[in-house]
């Protein structure tokens, strides 16, 4: 059973970075094909992504937000970190992580998601 | 990017409807879409992965279909725990994204 887990703050100040950490399991992110994605959900709009890390090394970003977004995996661990620079106001969202497949291209599942407040 | 465009934004329905909505792409995306749940509070729920692939545990009254630019989603027959949004997503190519939804009510 693949689970993943959103964690970090909950309440960040404007221009502050964000750490986001998600911790999955049922899967590893060495296995050929499978990434894990962000994406946000402003409260009550429609979700954006983010950010996607394969199995491969290989990394993409939403144009709207490169230069402010990093990506990185820790296999051993598990994990897959998003850090967000120069928070503001309007970055105020859910934000899931999910484990994605390439063959199928598709994402599931999601985790829970956490919701985080940029306000100070 | 590629936009897509959700219609109806809300559609109001009664258990037991045949509800159908419709995702459209600003480009092709070689059926490389997928169809998700949302509940309140709750994270989305895949339902349908390129364009017309049930994805497993998920009710065979859920239904995909289109091509190209034009995709539907189909609910034979509306179940109450069916209320909810409906969001699409192409992953054609990057960036991907999303639709703006479509929100199942109870009329």
């Known amino acids: 059973q693949i689970t993943l887990k959103e964690s970090g703050p909950t309440l960040v100040k404007p221009t502050q970075t964000l750490t986001l950490t998600c911790t999955f399991s049922g899967f590893s992110l060495s296995t050929s094909g499978v990434g894990v994605g962000w994406i946000r959900q402003p409260p009550g709009k429609a979700l954006e992504w983010l950010a996607l890390?394969?199995?491969?090394?290989?990394?993409r970003y939403s144009p709207s937000l490169k230069g402010r977004l990093t990506i990185t995996k820790d296999t051993s661990k598990n994990q897959v970190v998003l850090t967000m620079t120069n928070m503001d106001p309007a970055d105020t969202a859910t934000y899931y992580c999910a484990h994605w497949l390439q063959q199928v291209r598709r994402f599931d599942p999601w985790g829970q998601g956490t919701l985080v407040t940029v306000s100070s | 990017d590629i936009q897509m465009t959700q219609s109806p934004s809300s559609v109001s329905a009664s258990v037991g409807d045949r509800v159908t909505f419709t995702c459209r792409a600003s480009?092709?995306?070689?059926?490389?879409l997928a169809w998700y749940q949302q509940k309140p509070g709750k994270a989305p729920n895949l339902l349908i992965y390129s364009a017309s692939s049930l994805q497993s545990g998920v009710p065979s009254r859920f239904s995909g279909s289109g091509s190209g630019t034009d995709f539907t989603l189909t609910i034979s027959s509306l179940q109450p725990e069916d209320f909810a949004t409906y969001f699409c997503l192409q992953a054609n190519a990057f960036p991907l994204t999303f639709g703006g939804g479509t929100k199942v009510e109870i009329k």
């Open positions: 480009q092709g995306i070689n059926n490389w």
């Open positions: 890390t394969y199995w491969n090394e290989d990394k």
